[in-house]
């Protein structure tokens, strides 16, 4: 069973997008965005492909996993 509610769709033309619909996120270089997870718990670094309205996750961890990698190159 999913909770209600726990997968949204979003359309994302333009970081002032991403930036509507999740004001915490961090924008970065290169098509990258920053979610923060269960109150900064975990980190979501995806590459937003804004003209083909993808979004493709290119890392998920703790907190202290973040910190160890480059958010702009992974």
């Known amino acids: 069973m ?3 509610g726990l997968f949204t ?3 994302f033309g333009n970081p ?3 930036k ?3 004001p915490k996120a961090s924008i970065l270089k290169a098509g990258r965005a920053v979610f923060n997870i269960k109150r900064n718990d975990y980190r979501l ?3 937003v492909q804004y003209q083909a309205g993808v979004l493709a996750i290119r ?3 703790t907190h202290a ?3 160890e990698v ?3 190159t992974i």
């Open 59 to 61: 890392f998920f961890g």
């Open 45 to 47: 670094i995806a590459r």
């Open 70 to 72: 480059d958010a702009e």
């Open 20 to 22: 509507a619909a999740y």
């Open 65 to 67: 996993e973040y910190d």
């Open 16 to 18: 002032e997008d991403v």
């Open 2 to 4: 999913r909770a209600p």
């Open 9 to 11: 769709f979003h359309f």
